[in-house]
């Protein structure tokens, strides 16, 4: 399993990468990570989904499936979503803090020294304090990359749009008046720009809400990002602090359960795929929805750590309506989790 997410972590910003999972027989907990079509996991250099790899392929949702007998759970992996700010003045530091709060990497550009180290306190994962041409050289972009730009000015607007519109992204967006906006795209068109991509900027930035303060226009901003990312097709995967505190430099010693949410009926709070790391102490990394729905897969997963015998599990939570009125819920829910030791 640890040799797997090894694996993932290599592949978590390919598009094309999903992880299968057995789960029922005498392969349960089996699993396979497929990129890009093919098994590249030396894991699952055999057996069953391994004979099985060509029809796998063609199941790249995330959910369960029945494959020649046997129940399979797929798991699309996605990319953490990062934000890449442009410009680091007065604008900028609640958008960082928004962002985080959010769950985004966030990386800052900023040239200017002062600017630069007001950003850092903020504590972003990133804070690039060069040319924008130089820094936006060094983030390769990818479908689940938004980038804001926020320069302090017209000519560094086109700078680093000239840079973004040649990568892949999720979204870009741009402060400015609609006569200034207009110029900057008119210009990367004539600087060869793909009509599309310049079609799809975001200028004016933002969610019409009338916002006037740098707070309000970062909730703007941020709130037209989540719009614009879940308009596309979701998929769940390794948010990137469980799999640092499973492979990382710094990974917590010991023995850990992950817990994998692979069907739900009712209002559950979270979706399919969601994962929590429960380590042996009781304390958990991520989270499939808090109250007594997850504290009850914590304490199986404990249970799970003290069996010697069992290496796999899956179990039920069920919050029924009066429970759900407890924890001030509209109504109950049910999931099923698939609880794996990692050694």
Not at 1 to 12: G, H, P, T
Request: charged share 30%; net charge negative.
């Amino acid at each position: 399993m640890r040799e797997l997410l090894e694996y993932v972590m290599e592949a978590e910003n390919r598009h094309e990468a999903v992880i299968y999972t057995v789960i029922e027989g005498d392969d349960f907990s089996r699993k396979a990570l497929m990129v890009d079509g093919q098994i590249v996991c030396p894991e699952a250099e055999k057996g069953f989904l391994k004979e099985h790899e060509k029809e796998l392929a063609e199941l790249s949702k995330t959910g369960i499936y029945v494959l020649d007998g046997q129940q399979i759970f797929a798991d699309r992996l996605g990319s953490e979503t990062k934000l890449v700010i442009c410009g680091a003045g007065h604008v900028s530091i609640p958008i960082i803090r928004l962002g985080k709060m959010l769950g985004f990497e966030v990386t800052v550009i900023e040239d200017r020294p002062y600017f630069a180290g007001n950003a850092q306190k903020e504590n972003p994962a990133c804070v690039l304090c060069e040319p924008f041409s130089e820094a936006l050289d060094k983030i390769p972009g990818d479908k689940d990359t938004c980038f804001v730009i926020v320069t302090r000015g017209h000519r560094y607007d086109e700078e680093c749009l000239q840079k973004i519109v040649k990568k892949d992204v999720a979204y870009i967006g741009m402060m400015g008046s609609r006569r200034r906006v207009s110029a900057v795209k008119q210009h990367a068109l004539e600087q060869g720009a793909d009509p599309e991509v310049v079609a799809d900027l975001h200028a004016p930035i933002g969610l019409d809400i009338d916002a006037e303060t740098p707070e309000e226009i970062a909730v703007s901003i941020l709130a037209q990002i989540i719009a614009v990312r879940n308009k596309k097709s979701k998929t769940q995967g390794f948010p990137r602090e469980i799999l640092r505190a499973v492979t990382g430099p710094q990974s917590c010693p010991g023995d850990k359960v992950l817990a994998t949410i692979i069907r739900r009926k009712g209002s559950a709070p979270r979706s399919i795929g969601t994962k929590m790391l429960v380590h042996a102490d009781g304390t958990c990394t991520g989270t499939i929805g808090g109250g007594c729905m997850e504290a009850s897969v914590r304490q199986k997963a404990l249970w799970l750590l003290r069996d010697e015998k069992k290496e796999a599990m899956i179990c039920t939570a069920d919050l029924c309506a009066d429970e759900a009125e407890k924890e001030g819920m509209v109504c109950g829910g049910v999931i099923d989790v698939l609880l794996e030791k990692i050694h």
